[in-house]
């Protein structure tokens, strides 16, 4: 039941040449730091990522944009990376745009076995060329089908040995679905603790979902742009 490695080249050892990856992430708060970095490392290529963006041009994704181990992007921002602007334009990267609620419950969607859902977010526009429409409701309605991965890289703030996880306030953005529609979900955790420290009641995502954990080091918990106001 101990499903902790020793580091994060360990936890993404098998991650092969065109996987498709879901990342968590909003921006960059909740990147899995240390496991973006160790794939950087691996050198895997031709990957398929599933995040909400991209990072930026020289932090979390965008490391892996930039060294070109990224074929395709399925996000809803990417306005914070250059480099993802440049790959995009000049063909060399294939993206599929989502509303941002939409990605969510495509994920979502993926992990609890939802075969599709209608939303009328996007109905009429481009984002529902070539999907089925539907009037519901006197409202047109755009058929969007689930996402699901092979590996999902997720950042908690809290794990214990067997799993359990919990995600510190807006760092849970979109983990514990993707730690659902995951095949094999992998976990860095900022605290790690042992089975039963964490009260049963608190636990965002259960074990069941969660294949490895590796403690984080020496993270840098970036930040797109410090804004900070005048004192007085």
């Not at 098998?14 to 899995?32: H, K, Q, T, W, Y």
């Not at 939802?114 to 529902?128: K, N, S």
């Not at 908690?156 to 095949?183: E, H």
């Not at 080091?217 to 106001?229: A, D, G, Y």
């Amino acid at each position: 039941m101990d499903k902790v490695v020793a580091s994060a080249d360990e936890a993404v050892r098998d991650i092969p040449d065109g996987a498709v990856l879901m990342s968590s992430g909003f921006g960059l708060c909740g990147n899995p730091e240390n496991l973006i970095t160790a794939l950087h490392r691996k050198g895997t290529k031709g990957l398929t990522i599933i995040s909400n963006n991209c990072g930026t041009t020289e932090l979390g994704l965008g490391i892996l944009l930039k060294a070109k181990q990224v074929k395709k992007m399925v996000s809803s921002y990417v306005g914070e990376n250059k480099e993802f602007e440049r790959q995009f334009l000049s063909g060399e990267l294939d993206v599929e745009l989502n509303p941002q609620g939409t990605l969510a419950e495509r994920i979502r969607a993926g992990g609890c076995g939802i075969a599709g859902f209608f939303t009328p977010t996007g109905a009429g526009t481009q984002v529902a060329e070539g999907k089925e429409q539907r009037m519901i409701d006197g409202r047109l309605h755009v058929l969007e089908t689930p996402l699901k991965a092979d590996f999902a890289l997720v950042h908690a703030w809290k794990a214990d040995r067997w799993g359990n996880l919990v995600f510190r306030k807006t760092a849970r953005n979109f983990a514990p679905m993707m730690c659902m529609a995951a095949k094999t979900t992998i976990v860095e955790c900022e605290q790690l603790v042992e089975p039963g420290e964490i009260d049963p009641d608190q636990i965002h995502i259960p074990s069941i979902f969660v294949k490895r954990i590796v403690v984080a080091k020496n993270l840098q918990k970036w930040i797109e742009r410090r804004t900070v106001r005048k004192q007085a």
